[in-house]
């Protein structure tokens, strides 16, 4: 019983860490038609800021409110680099799929190698607060604390996204342009500041990942963006693109299939089963679980 | 006394994919009444009203002048041509199915200008009682209801309508006629339609379009009256009446 309940919660937190990256992609992807391949870059910008804002950001350290400074930080610097990378390098770009894909891959490998030069190769160890080191039993499981960090913090992300499409302006916008980008224009709402303001949202969703994927991993790497990103691609297409309840369902569908899987198969053949998932949606629903509905 | 008109379009080529759509359209929408836009299937009704709204896909090419008044509105983003009094109700509805009918009409409200629910709930009680119903739940007539109401819920200088009664019901098509006529007896209205009935009741003046070009304008009477004429241009050998 102990272990299904710990494979369930270390799942359900390994599907948190998906959605954060995947529900920005998918907004993105589902109102502005962006396959972003850079998006991994925000998740290492907000991991590397809030590591480098722990120890160097005046009030700012590891511990306490300190260490939430410090991922504020790096949260924000996520949504600032998101949008930089909208306005300045997407916004020429609309409509022309490929350039866009060539763009912003160049842009993921350029990153990834910035942050090499300025930071190095290897791993550094994340600043990780006092609490998120310990471990909390449940049903007899010791689960530990990052990974229930993750799912609350994934579960806050998902209500402040779903409270933003229900009740604001710009979340009506951004809804309406999932369904039809071209109408909202035509009823005079210049669509593209909401691009800009997914490309934000989704850009801090993306460093809270990171910041928050620190402390579960316990380092920080340049290369980190891009592996989660891959997976963050597979839970989008699950999903549905541009669906955030879609992206929910996907991830955590994604996360407790890996988990159990590399448990009692072999190790490896999580992955391989996650795949095979995507594969069977893909020819069974190709629209993803909630179809191409922003979903509120 | 010479009327300025609301809308002047002077030698508009459309060319996408290859394709060359229009090729040096010229016309003119007279400041009131509706001048209706007809030809057979494919001659670039849709085309000219997209391209008038800026709405040419970005791999199609547009040349020519579109005016309204004596501002230009090549190369204007659709938004601000929007927001400037260009009123748009696209062909097939276009209503945002996801979202309920209040939602569809706040997406249309205006920063700056009060939205005029009264004047939507007035011509279209319906909308007001569906208000919490899902847009892609009404049926067609309401979808179009809904869809001029969005258009109404501000003030614009020039509707541009395109085939509001496709696929209705009879019921509904005259509906949505008597609808027009009210509107259009304050607003001036571009129309693209293909009922020949609803053209009778409404129109003022008519365009019609043949293989990309203005094969006809003038006073709509007279185009209706001519049958050799409507049979010519727009294969059809005499006006079907539904009201």
């Not at chain 1, 955590?252 to 594969?279: E, H, K, M, P, R």
């Not at chain 2, 027009?180 to 379009?209: F, G, I």
Request: glycine share 12%; proline share 4%; charged share 15%.
């Amino acid at each position: 019983m102990g272990t299904i309940v710990l494979l369930t919660l270390t799942g359900l937190g390994l599907a948190a860490l998906y959605f954060l990256v995947a529900s920005g992609l998918a907004l993105v992807f589902g109102l502005a038609d962006v396959l972003n391949f850079a998006h991994g870059l925000f998740l290492g910008v907000g991991a590397y800021a809030t590591w480098w804002a722990a120890g160097n950001l005046p009030g700012a350290g590891p511990d306490g409110l300190g260490f939430v400074l410090a991922a504020a930080f790096g949260v924000v610097a996520g949504a600032v680099v998101a949008m930089l990378v909208e306005l300045v390098m997407i916004r020429p770009l609309y409509s022309r799929t490929i350039e866009q894909v060539l763009v912003t891959v160049g842009l993921s490998l350029a990153g990834v190698a910035l942050l090499q030069a300025t930071w190095g190769a290897d791993p550094r160890p994340f600043p990780r607060p006092e609490w998120t080191r310990g471990v909390t039993e449940i049903l007899g499981a010791k689960v530990p604390n990052s990974g229930l960090l993750l799912i609350l913090a994934a579960v806050v992300v998902l209500g402040g996204l779903l409270a933003f499409l229900r009740w604001t302006r710009y979340g009506l916008i951004i809804r309406a342009g999932v369904e039809n980008r071209e109408m909202v224009t035509a009823l005079g709402i210049d669509v593209r500041k909401a691009f800009t303001l997914v490309f934000a949202i989704g850009g801090a969703a993306a460093a809270l990942a990171g910041a928050l994927g620190g402390i579960y991993f316990g380092s920080v790497s340049p290369g980190q963006g891009g592996s989660l990103l891959i997976f963050a691609f597979i839970v989008v297409v699950i999903g549905g693109m541009g669906s955030v309840v879609g992206a929910a369902y996907a991830a955590v569908a994604v996360g407790l299939l890996q988990q159990f899987v590399n448990y009692y198969g072999t190790s490896g053949a999580g992955d391989i089963c996650v795949v095979a998932l995507l594969a069977v949606v893909l020819l069974l629903r190709p629209q993803g679980i909630a179809g191409k509905v922003a979903t509120a | 006394m010479t009327v300025e008109p609301v809308l002047t379009v002077e030698d508009l080529s459309v060319r996408i994919a290859g394709l060359h759509i229009l090729q040096g359209v010229s016309f003119t929408v007279a400041p009131t009444g509706v001048t209706v836009l007809l030809g057979r299937n494919g001659v670039g009704k849709t085309t000219t009203l997209r391209a008038v709204l800026g709405l040419t896909p970005t791999q199609g090419e547009v040349r020519g002048t579109v005016r309204m008044g004596a501002r230009s509105l090549v190369d204007q983003p659709t938004h601000r041509l929007v927001r400037d009094g260009l009123g748009y109700v696209p062909e097939d509805r276009c209503v945002f199915a996801g979202l309920t009918v209040t939602e569809n009409l706040r997406l249309a409200e205006r920063r700056g200008s009060v939205p005029a629910y009264d004047r939507v709930y007035e011509l279209f009680p319906e909308l007001d009682r569906r208000g919490r119903q899902r847009a892609g739940s009404l049926s067609g007539g309401q979808q179009q209801m809904l869809a001029i109401g969005r258009v109404l819920l501000n003030d614009n200088r020039l509707l541009l309508v395109d085939e509001p009664t496709k696929g209705l019901a009879p019921k509904v098509v005259t509906e949505v006629a008597e609808v027009l006529e009210r509107v259009a007896a304050a607003v001036p209205v571009l129309l693209v339609e293909q009922n020949l009935a609803v053209v009778r009741r409404l129109a003022t003046d008519a365009v019609v379009l043949a293989a990309g070009r203005v094969a006809w304008t003038g006073p709509a009477r007279d185009l209706l009256l001519e049958t050799a004429l409507t049979k010519s241009l727009l294969g059809v050998g005499s006006v079907e009446v539904h009201s």
